[in-house]
Nanobody, 127 residues
């Protein structure tokens, strides 16, 4: 059974940090690109960051560049999103997705569809 499980969301004050995790199982992790997305109420889903697991190449949306860092622990089949200097506009449900036939950049800027999705984790940044 394929699973992507996000965790690490919560409530944080502006300027604070959170680290999200996306734990994968049921597929060959190293063959995939993992992307982080977010969706705020009333807004369209936005690609945040992507990583090609096999070579570690990464891509970031302009809105998070310099504040967020994506990384992977291949031994744990887990991708992380370290979020620093959080702003109220970062408030959203954050999702991870996995797709074998894309790139770290394309998973962020394209609209999908993607093979697998997690259930999401809420991030709320208070001002």
């Amino acid at each position: 059974e394929v699973r992507l499980v996000e965790s690490g969301g919560g409530l944080v004050q502006a300027g604070g940090s959170l680290r999200l995790s996306c734990a994968a199982s049921g597929f060959t992790f190293d063959d995939y690109v993992i992307g982080w997305f977010r969706q705020a109420p009333g807004k369209e889903r936005e690609g945040v960051s992507g990583i090609t697991v096999s070579d570690g190449s990464t891509y970031y949306a302009d809105s998070v560049k310099g504040r967020f860092t994506i990384s992977s622990d291949n031994a744990k089949n887990t991708v992380y999103l370290q979020m620093n200097s959080l702003k109220p506009e970062d408030t959203a449900v954050y999702y991870c997705a996995a797709d074998q036939w894309t790139t770290a950049q394309a998973i962020v800027v394209a609209s999908g569809p993607y093979e697998y999705w997690g259930q999401g984790t809420q991030v709320t940044v208070s001002s």
